[in-house]
């Protein structure tokens, strides 16, 4: 057994082999690194640009309210499989939300309900939306940031957010 640390959201995987992506926030393979070696953009405690601060600040919005959509999601189907997956995207963005708070050195927001619709086909179409708008945003501010490790952290949320446009794709197929 190892343990595996995520260089993204800090959080620890314990198995024998290096997971495929963080089970936590969903970044890929490569920035998972042994316990031993890891070093955790949320760790890094540094002065933030303002630009930076502004784009944290819209991406904990962005992501708590994906959040809220897909728990309204994950209880408005009637397919234990969208249901199960919609709450795990619920925990990576949230997820996503905290690793915000923690570079920017702020308490959580309170989160708001919201609403969506009944229908699985307009789910999926809603979800593909947000995460194409989030996508893009991350791409752009990782291109932006000056400080090493914002843009590393953008450019995997980035990755993970296309990600999920591939899981709701085949969804669609």
């Known amino acids: 057994m190892k343990t ?5 959201c800090g959080d620890a995987y314990i198995g024998e082999g290096k997971p495929t992506s963080c089970p936590f926030c969903g ?17 890094v405690k540094e002065a933030l640009s303002e630009l930076t601060v502004k784009n944290l600040q819209e991406t904990l919005q962005l992501e708590l309210e994906a959040n809220a959509i897909y ?15 919609y709450k ?8 996503h939300a905290i690793i915000c708070t923690k570079i920017m050195q702020i308490p959580m927001p309170e989160t708001q309900t919201k609403e969506c619709s009944d229908d699985d086909i307009a789910n999926f179409q809603k979800t593909l939306q947000l995460e194409d708008h989030a996508a893009n945003l991350y791409a752009e501010f990782a291109k932006t940031s000056v ?24 969804y669609l197929q």
């Open 71 to 85: 728990l309204c999601m994950a209880g408005k189907t009637d397919s234990y499989e969208i249901m199960k997956m």
């Open 4 to 8: 595996w640390i995520c260089e993204i």
């Open 27 to 43: 970044a890929r393979h490569a920035f998972i690194k042994e316990g031993n070696v890891a070093h955790p953009v949320v760790e």
């Open 88 to 95: 795990r995207l619920a925990k990576v963005e949230m997820e």
């Open 147 to 170: 400080e090493k490790h914002v843009k590393i952290m953008f450019t995997a949320l980035n990755q993970v957010e296309t990600d999920h446009i591939t899981l709701i794709k085949n």
